[in-house]
């Protein structure tokens, strides 16, 4: 009876063993195979679009689109080519108006991000935002600015971040009223973000967030402030000295420093006496 | 008739490749891509290329050895370096090996264009 049990027992665990086996052989396969065929789309994407780049207006053969169209009608198979296209746009530089709009459009991948941007999901909609803005479809700004409060923080992180890659210093309007926290890592994001956006000539946005009850806004705005020498700020952000916050106070003395530092007067060493003699005689402060 | 120029691509990626090949093509040049360390060897041979863009890093090779290579078989070649770096140093000490300019990514093709016309 026993030796029945124990064969029994080896069987099975030979069954589990070679299932395990086949399983194993067949993910490796599926993702050979899965790789290959990432390979060929992100090929043809790169050779049409690479030869289409002197064309005002693209046109791409039928042929890649029906390809392109067919692996999107996979599961997952937009993020394979919303992947391949933000990869290709890091290879090569191409304007805001020329990011690869005519191919997005023509097989749909736009249409198929936005329905990610309905998903009930908060993951499904963090990841159509990220790739809503890092390929540049800027249609689908308007519904980043519901998640920049929202209770997931990968959410409203790609929210935020979605909302200054398209409004720049704008953005700044769709955080005045958060309450959820917000870390330092996506700080130094919205900064990079920022770099890339010329300077407006009105900082009423990072005013307002001064102002504001929150804490980790305030922050954010002293940290623009002072990575930006946003000197105008001086009258909101010397206040924040005083501040129970010992983050707030910290970054308003490091703005302070940085506003002396820069009103200081230049000491000129070597005394060219040209310079000093024009520099003063301008000033009527001195009789040669 | 318009002599084509002939360009040679030296980079592991093959998107990289594929793109810079079909836009140059479409600015009538001939272009040959190597991959891999052999394939470089045996295309630097020829001596054929007016413009050379390669990566600073390909596998079986340094960067320095690299354009070494490209200098001492291709003597009438512009070098193009491509790097995901955008350091002073670097560029200074690739320049110095002979290279004529240091791309870096994102390229701008318009510039890529202007530099190898």
Redesign the interface.
């Known amino acids: 009876m026993n030796e029945t049990r124990l064969q029994y027992a080896i069987l099975l665990v030979l069954i589990v063993f070679i299932i395990i086996l086949i399983s194993l052989a067949a993910s490796v396969f599926v993702r050979k195979k899965r790789s290959k065929r990432l390979q060929r789309i992100k090929i043809i994407l790169a050779t049409s679009i690479g030869s289409q780049l002197k064309n005002s207006e693209p046109s791409y053969p039928t042929k890649i689109i029906n390809i392109l169209k067919k692996e999107l009608k996979l599961n997952y198979g937009f993020m394979a080519i919303a992947n391949v296209l933000v990869e290709l746009q890091e290879i090569i530089l191409l304007p805001q108006t020329e990011k690869p709009m005519a191919i997005i459009n023509k097989i749909g991948l736009d249409s198929k991000i936005f329905n990610k941007l309905k998903s009930k999901n908060s993951y499904k909609i963090a990841l159509a935002i990220k790739y809503s803005y890092e390929l540049g479809i800027i249609k689908h700004c308007e519904h980043f600015k519901q998640y920049t409060n929202h209770k997931n923080v990968n959410l409203r992180r790609e929210a935020q971040l979605g909302l200054f890659v398209f409004e720049g210093w704008g953005g700044f309007k769709y955080l005045s009223n958060i309450t959820q926290p917000m870390s330092l890592w996506q700080i130094i994001r919205i900064m990079e973000v920022l770099e890339k956006h010329p300077l407006p000539a009105s900082l009423v946005q990072v005013k307002n967030m001064l102002c504001s009850k929150h804490s980790d806004t305030i922050i954010l705005a002293l940290y623009c402030a002072n990575h930006f020498e946003l000197v105008t700020l001086n009258n909101e952000i010397l206040p924040c000295l005083d501040s129970g916050n010992e983050r707030i106070s910290k970054l308003a003395v490091q703005f302070k420093l940085m506003l002396e530092a820069k009103t200081r007067p230049k000491v000129i060493v070597g005394g060219d006496k040209e310079i000093i003699l024009k520099t003063s005689t301008s000033n009527g402060s001195i009789y040669t | 008739m318009v002599v084509k120029k002939e360009v040679l691509i030296i980079n592991e ?4 490749t ?6 140059l ?3 009538k040049c001939n272009v040959t891509i190597s991959h891999t360390n052999t394939e470089f060897l045996l295309a630097i041979n020829s001596n054929r290329y007016s413009s050379i863009i390669t990566d600073i890093l390909l596998v079986g090779t340094s960067g320095l050895e690299l354009i070494n290579t490209i200098k001492n078989n291709s003597t009438k070649s512009k070098v193009f370096v491509l790097s995901h770096m955008d350091q002073q140093v670097q560029k200074e000490m690739i320049s110095e090996l002979g290279a004529i300019s240091f791309l870096t ?5 318009g510039y890529l264009n202007s530099v190898i016309e």
């Open positions: 990626n093959h998107s990289v594929a793109l810079l090949k079909s836009y093509v479409s600015k990514f994102p390229i701008d093709l």
